[in-house]
């Protein structure tokens, strides 16, 4: 399915997914030109939250979108909870593209632009991230990243998330935990248990 020139506003979810919440059974879900303003959901994926597929965004922008609205810390052992401000990928077999998108202004407790969870592919190239924030305040041993995380555990190599990203840039990338002076040395980009590709890109101000 393709979704072309729609500008989603406004949109909130009480769980996941402000403007689009879909799980596609390992099907096909293709956004073209469209815009998400201001998006947000109490748990992940403040614009997107897809599930056990493949997505694409082609000339996307995302603006002041946010997850996790209605969290007041991390949930235990659920770090992906309250995640992705922008966009939430979950499931083993998902995939996500990013061409030529921009994302600016989103929140969430960690990864507030996008999350990547379990053990799918991301693909980034020629996006833009401008001040992204995350909102912990007090540090988690397994997720820092400001802008984007990619997570899984276990033992198996061949099952761990993978990352590319190039040509990309990232401005000022914000944390209130690294804000408080106690660590100096989060990322932007974090990855858990996977293999992170990095080329061309830029990071301005962390």
């Not at 979810?13 to 096909?28: K, S, Y």
């Not at 969870?117 to 990243?145: A, W």
Request: hydrophobic fraction near 30%; aromatic fraction near 12%; proline fraction near 1%.
């Amino acid at each position: 399915m393709k979704i072309s020139g729609i500008s989603f506003s406004g949109g909130s979810a009480a769980e996941t997914g402000g403007a689009v919440n879909c799980d596609i059974a390992e099907g096909r879900l293709d956004f073209e030109n469209c815009e998400f303003i201001s998006c947000t959901a109490v748990r992940s994926g403040g614009a997107v939250n897809i599930l056990n597929g493949k997505v694409s965004f082609v000339g996307c922008s995302f603006e002041s979108c946010v997850a996790g609205t209605g969290a007041t810390g991390w949930e235990g052992e659920n770090y992906y909870q309250n995640a992705g401000g922008a966009v939430m990928i979950y499931g083993d077999a998902s995939e996500g593209r990013f061409h030529r998108c921009s994302f600016r202004n989103s929140r969430a407790y960690t990864s507030a632009d996008i999350h990547l969870h379990g053990t799918g592919k991301l693909y980034i190239d020629r996006c833009s991230f401008y001040m992204s924030e995350i909102l912990q305040e007090s540090q988690n041993t397994l997720v820092h990243g400001c802008s984007i995380t990619a997570d899984s555990v276990g033992d198996d190599l061949s099952a761990y998330p993978y990352i590319c990203i190039n040509n990309s840039t990232f401005y000022d990338c914000f944390s209130k935990y690294k804000a408080k002076g106690t660590n100096n040395s989060l990322p932007t980009v974090t990855f858990i248990n996977g293999n992170v590709l990095v080329c061309n890109t830029t990071i301005y101000g962390t």
